[in-house]
């Protein structure tokens, strides 16, 4: 069955510091890779996406990340962190070509907290 | 200029109800989904409707139940409300096989 897990339910980090938050997946076929962000109170904003090519992508916000097919990770990464980035981060999975219905498994999330 | 829209943002309403939540978004989008997040935020996909037609059906109860008037609105009503389905609701959209852009909720709160 198709899953994701996010390790890390909570993480701190002082501002200005480098951060990865992490994504496992378990998907049977080339998956289609998101990490979002959510503010409180607010929507999910897309960070980045993996669809195929080079496995380091670039995101808004200064946020890239690696997709590491014989991991079956995708980690967020970022060099410096500003207080602005604390939310809830969310990683999820789609499927590829004939499979893809457009449904997205999300993970359950992290919490990223940034200390001045 | 919001991309995806939903109304209300808040709602509150008791135990039996009926309420709906609507959803507009002028992305030119062809897929339309609502996604429910509970109290320890876990977001899971309920519906998908893909110009008008609905191509995701996850278990869900039968009081849920979508609408979609046109590919630009997904309306969401909800039967008999119960405590469990105090939540927040999103509402996406894409393009096939591209990324879901997501509306800012619906918090239901049912007393």
């Known amino acids: 069955a198709q899953s994701v897990t996010q390790p890390d339910i909570h993480i701190t980090v002082s501002e200005g510091a480098s951060l990865e938050l992490r994504c496992n997946y378990s998907y049977g076929a080339t998956p289609y890779l998101f990490w979002y962000v959510q503010s409180p109170g607010q929507g999910l904003q897309l960070l980045l996406k993996?669809?195929?090519?080079?496995?380091l992508v670039q995101g808004i916000k200064g946020f890239e990340a690696e997709f590491k097919r014989s991991q079956s990770s995708f980690n967020l990464r970022k060099p410096s962190v500003h207080w602005s980035d604390a939310a809830e981060y969310f990683c999820?999975?789609?499927?590829?070509?004939?499979?893809?219905?457009?449904?997205?498994?999300f993970g359950q999330g992290t919490t990223l907290q940034v200390k001045p | 200029d919001t991309a995806v829209s939903q109304t209300p943002k808040y709602l509150v309403t008791q135990m039996g109800n009926d309420k709906s939540i609507k959803c507009e978004q002028n992305?030119?989008?062809?897929?339309m989904y609502w996604y429910k997040q509970d109290s320890k935020k876990f977001l899971k996909i309920m519906f998908s409707?893909?110009?008008?037609?609905?191509?995701i059906n996850e278990t869900v109860p039968n009081r849920f139940s979508p609408k979609s008037p046109d590919k630009a609105h997904l309306n969401l009503h909800i039967n008999s409300l119960e405590l469990g389905d105090s939540a927040v609701y999103f509402c996406a959209s894409s393009q096939v096989l591209t990324e879901q852009y997501f509306g800012p909720g619906t918090r239901l709160t049912v007393t």
């Open positions: 992305l030119g989008h062809d897929t």
């Open positions: 993996y669809f195929s090519g080079d496995t």
């Open positions: 409707y893909n110009n008008k037609e609905l191509i």
């Open positions: 999820a999975v789609g499927a590829q070509g004939s499979s893809n219905t457009g449904k997205l498994i």
